[in-house]
């Protein structure tokens, strides 16, 4: 079975040392050890054994703290990561994989595992030189922070289930509000709090937590992301579900598609240990209790490169003649840069996935916007509020959402035949 034969070596402290340059701590020949990343493979889809999320190859390494264990594992032949897998042997539930090691670019370095699954580097005198909460993936674990200054601030989702590089979305800590970005600077939400709508109170950092609650039925525990912030003794939250149980073995994944979920590993019926969905921010559930629930529609790429959705559902697939059945095949052709050789088209009640969350620019005339869009080459089309007189550039189009008001229209650019 050893058809992949990969070998990497981990050497305890001394790669660390010329990567990051960090330490000064001299390690003993006796304190360092080496793993060779070879011989047989296991399969993450084989029941027989135990099943990985993205169903990888992989090789287990000897140390484990429940209920993380570190392996050598890929999706890609012959492109092995080291990384950090969460769940327990005995269960049938899929084990997650809640960090990397140099995603993108597999290498290894020397480990202590926590308890809480942060991975740790020591020095001579026992303390931390690097630990892996500083370097998340797409992941955070409990009492794992994003911070506003010094970082890590924010999260980064994974391309593919089966390309381990980063992906095109990103969680972000700001200054005065979380927010999602596709491609870095296309806002698709963002969260405000009242408790930071004041001069000089910005948020210093953002942690996965587990907290007491009043008796609710049931649920004793809820599961936040808690906010603590400067200038201010009002600590705003952002509840993500409740449970029974204080469950410190969950986490929040920024998902290949866009979207925030909380996952947590709980008992069934039958006494089984699995995970279990506890919170997806855009859902087509109603908000409720506090909880905050988006509309699908928001996801870049929830109706392809160019879909109309409404409620949650792709429902069409806009054209110069109208909006006709939607397919995974709708899009649009490059209009080029010669204003002569492209023309606009008109759709009314319709927004781009990013005007929710942004200003846009204005007031302005549509003339003016329109122009702007005409001289830029990578503009694909602009969305115009007569309402308001708010402009918003579109580089790519993506999922648009309809809104049933006439005061937002679109206009997108369409070669001239």
């Known amino acids: 079975m050893a058809a992949y034969s990969y070998s990497l070596t981990l050497i305890f402290f001394c790669f660390l040392f010329r990567l990051f340059l960090i330490s000064n701590a001299v390690v003993p020949a006796n304190e360092t050890f080496r793993y060779v990343n070879q011989g047989d493979l296991s399969f993450g889809n084989d029941y027989l ?20 264990q570190l392996c050598f594992y890929n999706t890609t032949p012959n492109a092995y990561t ?22 993108g670019k597999p290498g290894v370095v020397g480990f202590a595992i926590l308890s809480d699954g942060n991975i740790v580097l020591r020095d001579s005198n026992g303390n931390f030189v690097w630990q892996s909460f500083d370097y998340p993936t797409d992941t955070l674990l409990i009492g794992q922070s994003l911070r506003v200054r010094g970082g ?13 590089v980063d992906g095109v979305y990103s969680f972000v800590i700001e200054p005065k509000r979380l927010a999602l970005y596709y491609k870095n600077n296309m806002r698709y939400w963002s969260s405000t709090f009242p408790e930071l709508n004041r001069d000089n109170v910005t948020i210093v950092n953002a942690t996965l937590v587990v907290q007491e609650t009043e008796y609710e039925e049931n649920n004793f525990n809820a599961l936040r992301c808690n906010l603590q912030n400067g200038q201010s003794f009002e600590f705003p939250t952002l509840d993500l579900g409740q ?16 979207n925030l979920r909380l996952y947590t590993y709980r008992a069934n019926v039958r006494g089984n240990a699995v995970w279990t969905l506890l919170y997806t921010l855009f859902d087509k559930r109603e908000d409720e209790g506090g909880m905050i629930f988006e509309d699908e529609c928001q996801l870049p790429n929830r109706c392809g490169n160019f879909g109309l959705c409404e409620d949650s559902q ?30 606009y088209y008109q759709l009314k009640g319709v927004d781009h996935f990013t005007v929710k969350y942004t200003a846009g620019t204005g007031p302005v005339k549509q003339s003016e916007c329109e122009s702007k869009c005409t001289k830029d080459c990578k503009c694909m089309g602009y969305f115009y509020h007569t309402d308001n ?25 369409i070669p001239v035949t």
């Open 243 to 258: 449970v029974q149980y204080n469950s410190s073995l969950s986490y929040l994944r920024l998902g290949i598609d866009g």
């Open 389 to 413: 007189s708010r402009c918003w550039i579109a580089y790519e189009l993506k999922t648009l959402t309809r809104v049933g008001n006439s005061t937002s229209l679109a206009y997108i650019k």
């Open 314 to 343: 792709c429902v069409g697939c806009p054209t110069p003649n109208g909006v006709f059945a939607w397919s995974k095949d709708c899009n649009t052709k490059s209009p080029g840069c010669n204003a002569t050789g492209f023309k």
């Open 49 to 68: 054994t135990f099943v990985s999320e993205y169903a990888p190859t992989y090789r287990p390494l000897p140390p484990f703290t429940f209920p993380f």
């Open 152 to 164: 890590p601030y924010k999260l980064v989702s994974r391309e593919s289930a089966t390309n381990n």
């Open 82 to 103: 080291l990384g950090l897998r969460m769940g327990t042997l005995r269960s049938q539930s899929v084990m997650r994989w809640v960090w990397d090691a140099n995603r």
